[in-house]
């Protein structure tokens, strides 16, 4: 472990490469973990199969490169057609169970995660597949720092994806629905809105983030039909950290999880990466108890 | 009245309990001219496209020992037959499938599942009721060091798999010049049995020439990203870098080390093929050195199949959706083979002495040399390791079978 910091400290342009890595990698996290905010703000749902959709969006990519596309063109029909098996899901399950307690909610959407790891794993089999985007690679500071240009890409669609649904939310008036039935929906059912429709807009809209989420990973990392969970995880992480409807802070968790990842990977070895993920989710959970438990006292 | 309706469960109970016992020796071990083997393997799952390979195998070499006369036994011809369970890459199921051959379907001969977790859960169980198994897709070490009499494996052990390169390294460095001790060894390598079987043996042989570990990284088990631990390769600079963790560790790497440039001379991975890293990242990974169990240009040569070119023609006629034979479906035929030997070998379907006929097998086979050690496994057949030369796998070591010469250092992209 010394040794490595050591080698940081020697040669700090490592440093770059880790950092611009994390980043990278961490504004695809950020899309999911908005996903699943905007579920779990809205709904009140927490949905534990939001990797699954991820993964389920990173095989439109590895299916347009089977027809020899680029796999960048899986953006649009991975965005569309998760929005409709979103809304699908929404109307076949997510909507029986929404008014349920949260027990009852986890379950059928970990069930929802099963059936669809499976069902992958039959329509494409259990091997790793990517996405080759065939895009330049640069090297930077003597070849000492890489970046491909496909991570750049897909940060900056990543930022254009959140800048859209940001603007969708704050000016449509589907948006303004949803922001509504967040924060009443019984207010907002007496206002006349229709709250069956928001619910399911919002799970589809999620569902569509996390296609688009997946069609960059795929191109970036690798995809295979059981790979869902740490998605899953590092979305609840990002949440957790961000608190509900709390943007600036879905994209600076998710961003600081990512550079975390690569950090530990680099000092206490890749055995440690995923584990970081969850260590953080503890912290912050002890973070956050503290600091209501000192606002607890403030009122006292 | 009432006792006419106690009766009837009674009667519907016994009825069932006599039609079970009736159906029970419906697959026993052999039964006119046929002997029935048994196996629990995995057809749909994680493990399913190699389990498929392997059954596949499996049913190979059964048609093409069945079409050559069979199994001579007291002098009289058997015909071989499989009686397969799917065990959803499921090790526990593994396990309650083979008490189900052994105990409902009275098979008493077996062949292995695929993957080294679920033969490990299926171990104890042959041991238990001591009936043999032949398995030909179980790699890990540990298989062999629990003092296990029933089990036989036909392919070579994991800490085989990359042991081979550092002798090759070696060699490289003092060809140049340099002493083998120079050679500096970055490792990543999947936390598994089978991943670490490989790195005990790489460390061993790392040992004997007294090289220097520089990085010594676990990767997780749903590994998709190594970016942090190639760019500790990148600031170390070791001379030889080796990764291992099944296709997705493969394929991880093979994206990764052509995203960032890692310049490294000599790379070795296992599960190249498994990964399919020619067709997704071409060029790229040119020069990667991967081991293998068994390779269709090896000189390889044994009754039924005739040579390895052979067996490699007859799979691809009879299967049309292979481009390639995987070593799994190879292995797997050799082990029918194997079967085949000790029942004539034994002249007898008793367990025992089919058991002990089984540990005197020594055959030379499309696949290689098979002789198994008092531990169970093949000792006989070395791995071999080929190299990725414009596109194409070649043997490049050991040196008795390497068919090409080695590329070093390897093309840096």
């Known amino acids: 472990m010394w040794d490595n910091i050591m080698v940081l400290a020697a040669a700090p342009v490592f440093n770059v490469q880790l950092i611009l890595d994390g980043l990278f990698i961490g504004a695809i996290f950020a899309l999911a973990g908005y996903g699943l905010a905007l579920v779990w703000g809205v709904m009140n749902v927490k949905n534990l199969a939001q990797g699954e959709l991820v993964i389920m969006g990173g095989y439109f990519a590895y299916v347009m490169t089977q027809l020899g596309l680029h796999p960048l063109l899986a953006l649009i029909p991975a965005f569309a057609i998760m929005f409709g098996f979103g809304w699908l899901v929404y109307k076949i399950i997510i909507s029986k169970v929404i008014e349920r307690d949260l027990f009852t909610s986890l379950l059928a959407t970990f069930g929802l995660a099963l059936v669809i790891q499976q069902g992958l794993n039959l329509a494409f089999g259990p091997e790793v597949q990517t996405a080759q985007s065939g895009m330049e690679i640069r090297s930077i500071f003597g070849g000492n720092v890489t970046v491909a240009d496909i991570r750049v890409l897909s940060l900056i669609l990543c930022a254009i994806l959140a800048g859209l649904v940001v603007l969708f939310m704050k000016h449509s008036r589907m948006g303004q629905a949803i922001r509504a039935t967040s924060q009443d929906p019984r207010a907002a059912r007496v206002m006349g809105i229709d709250t069956e429709k928001v619910y399911a807009f919002t799970f589809a809209l999620n569902a569509a983030i996390c296609g688009a989420a997946g069609v960059l990973i795929s191109m970036i990392w690798v995809i295979q039909p059981f790979y869902g969970v740490p998605h899953s995880i590092r979305a609840f992480v990002v949440v957790t950290a961000a608190g509900l409807g709390n943007l600036p802070g879905v994209i600076i968790a998710a961003l600081g999880l990512g550079v975390a990842e690569q950090y530990s990977g680099f000092v206490l070895g890749a055995e440690f990466q995923q584990a970081t993920v969850v260590m953080l989710l503890i912290f912050v959970l002890m973070w956050r108890q503290f600091q209501m438990s000192k606002n607890r006292q403030v009122v006292q | ?367 290689g040399k098979i002789k198994f050690s008092s531990a169970g496994n093949n000792i006989a057949k070395p791995m071999v390791l080929r190299q990725i030369q414009n596109g194409t796998y070649n043997v490049v070591a050991p040196a008795e079978w390497a068919s090409h010469k080695v590329n070093y250092p390897r093309k840096a992209n």
């Open chain 2, 1 to 367: 009245m009432t006792t006419k309706m106690k009766t009837l469960p009674f009667a519907v109970l016994s009825a069932s309990a006599l039609a079970l016992a009736l159906a029970a020796p419906a697959y026993a071990k052999v039964e006119g001219d046929t002997i029935t083997l048994g196996s629990a393997i995995s057809f749909t799952g994680k493990y399913s496209t190699n389990g498929i390979h392997a059954k596949n195998g499996y049913d190979l070499a059964v048609k093409q020992i069945n079409a050559a006369g069979g199994v001579k036994v007291g002098g009289k011809s058997y015909k071989l037959k499989i009686v397969y369970y799917d065990d959803e890459s499921t090790p526990a199921r593994t396990g309650q499938l083979l008490e189900r051959l052994i105990n409902q379907d009275g098979v008493k001969f077996m062949l292995g599942p695929y993957s080294s977790a679920t033969t490990k859960a299926a171990a104890p169980i042959i041991e238990k009721y001591k009936i043999p198994m032949v398995e030909a897709e179980g790699a890990s070490r540990s298989l062999f060091t629990k003092g296990y009499k029933y089990l036989f494996a036909v392919l070579s052990t994991s800490e085989q798999y990359l042991a081979s390169t550092i002798a090759l390294a070696a060699q490289i460095a003092e060809k140049s010049g340099k002493k083998a001790s120079d050679v500096k060894v970055a490792m990543a390598f999947e936390n598994d049995p089978f991943s670490q079987d490989v790195r005990a043996g790489v460390i061993e042989d790392v040992k004997k020439f007294g090289m220097k570990i520089i990085i010594d990284d676990k990767l997780p088990r749903d590994l998709n990203d190594m970016s942090a631990t190639l760019t500790k390769t990148k600031a170390l600079k070791p001379d030889l870098l080796l990764v291992s963790g099944h296709s997705k560790g493969a394929v991880t790497a093979g994206r990764q080390i052509q995203e960032m440039k890692i310049a490294v001379p000599m790379i070795a991975l296992t599960h190249c093929e498994a990964g399919k890293l020619v067709s997704k990242f071409g060029a790229a990974v040119d020069d990667f050195l991967c081991p293998t169990q068994w390779a269709e240009t090896l000189s390889y040569k044994g009754d039924l199949f005739g040579t390895a070119a052979d067996y490699d023609k007859l799979f691809k006629a009879t299967f049309a959706n292979y481009k390639n034979v995987p070593y799994q479906s190879a292995q797997a035929s050799a082990a029918v083979m194997v079967w085949k030997a000790a029942f004539e070998n034994a002249q007898s379907f008793d367990t025992e002495k089919v058991r002990d006929a089984l540990s005197a097998v020594e055959l030379n086979t499309f696949y």
